[in-house]
């Protein structure tokens, strides 16, 4: 048997660390969110707020819900704000290092029994955990993006997991209203281990003069019946994230079919990152979405 988590910690209020914030909050968990950006905290708890106010306008929530949900999350300067939790979710950057002064820093000011999770689409979870004091207490809990919108939360167990970190996890992800799925240790996991090649493939195509960007787009949307172009969803996810986890597959697996697209690594290296850079395979900076090649 699992513990009940009542009170979850969130370190980075990115897109991913506040998009949990607002259906752990909006679950009835007591939520404290921390970033070292100042600026990227007022950022993360305003996109709160307008996803609170976009699901009134909708319906989808009452005003008063929202309210209450608001006043359950608590911003916090410094890692001891997260001491009273019950589980504390690591939300940063995609990167290995980061993450593991971040769980150096954390652990020593936290009570023995919370559970530590990070939400890498990627990195080893048993590499992490050994990062921290208490490996037995460590998961992966990846959500996919955006948050309040997807179904799916891929968990993950490290080598010294134990069953009841598992099990609580496991009823944490059900009582946010969402759908748990259990991936084995492996780079990338499950999702992206299957969805980061294909985008990396479609880069590929564009950069040997297959098709255009909007060619590419429109076959797989018209073609394969996606939601979305593989290129327009890679600037969704950030290609700072999307080489991230091609170099931890292509690392990690040591195949060279994983190897990043040299097109993605010149996009990256030029600071065109998608969406949040306003410019990638798009230029967003219009009214409209003008393909960059």
């Known amino acids: 048997m699992g513990i009940e988590i009542k009170r979850v910690g969130i370190i980075g209020a990115g897109q991913m660390g506040s998009g949990i914030a607002q259906?752990?909050?909006a679950a009835g968990l007591d939520v404290y969110i921390n970033d070292r950006d100042p600026a990227r905290l007022a950022n993360g708890i305003d996109s709160i707020e307008k996803g609170y106010a976009r699901l009134v306008s909708k319906g989808a929530m009452e005003e008063t819900d929202s309210r209450s949900a608001r006043e359950r999350i608590t911003s916090i300067d410094t890692f001891a704000g997260l001491a009273p939790c019950d589980l504390v979710i690591e939300a940063a950057t995609e990167n290995e290092?980061?993450?593991?002064d971040i769980f150096t820093s954390l652990c020593p000011v936290l009570g023995p029994d919370t559970m530590v999770a990070t939400n890498t689409s990627s990195i080893s979870i048993t590499r992490l955990a050994a990062a921290t004091d208490r490996p037995e207490r460590f998961i992966g809990i990846h959500f996919m993006n955006p948050v309040p919108v997807m179904q799916l939360v891929e968990l993950i167990r490290g080598i010294a997991?134990?069953?009841?970190?598992?099990?609580?996890a496991?009823?944490?992800?059900?009582?946010l209203g969402k759908t748990a799925t259990m991936s084995e240790d492996f780079p990338a996991f499950i999702v992206n281990r299957i969805l980061l090649p294909m985008i990396n493939e479609a880069i590929y195509t564009l950069y040997e003069g297959v098709g255009s960007v909007e060619s590419?787009?429109?076959?797989?949307?018209?073609?394969?019946?996606?939601p979305m172009g593989p290129?327009?969803?890679?600037?969704?996810?950030g290609l700072d994230t999307c080489l991230s986890v091609m170099q931890v597959l292509y690392e990690g697996l040591a195949d060279s079919k994983y190897r990043p697209c040299p097109l993605l690594v010149k996009y990256v290296e030029a600071g065109w990152l998608g969406r949040k850079t306003k410019r990638?395979?798009?230029?967003?900076?219009g009214v409209n979405p003008v393909p960059t090649r």
Not at 170 to 175: D, E, H, L, R, T
Not at 231 to 237: E, P, S, Y
């Open 216 to 226: 590419i787009d429109t076959a797989m949307k018209l073609g394969a019946n996606h």
């Open 97 to 100: 290092a980061t993450k593991r």
């Open 231 to 237: 290129l327009q969803l890679a600037d969704f996810i």
């Open 161 to 168: 997991t134990e069953d009841q970190t598992y099990e609580s």
């Open 23 to 25: 259906v752990c909050a």
């Open 280 to 285: 990638g395979f798009y230029d967003y900076r």
């Open 170 to 175: 496991k009823g944490f992800i059900g009582k």
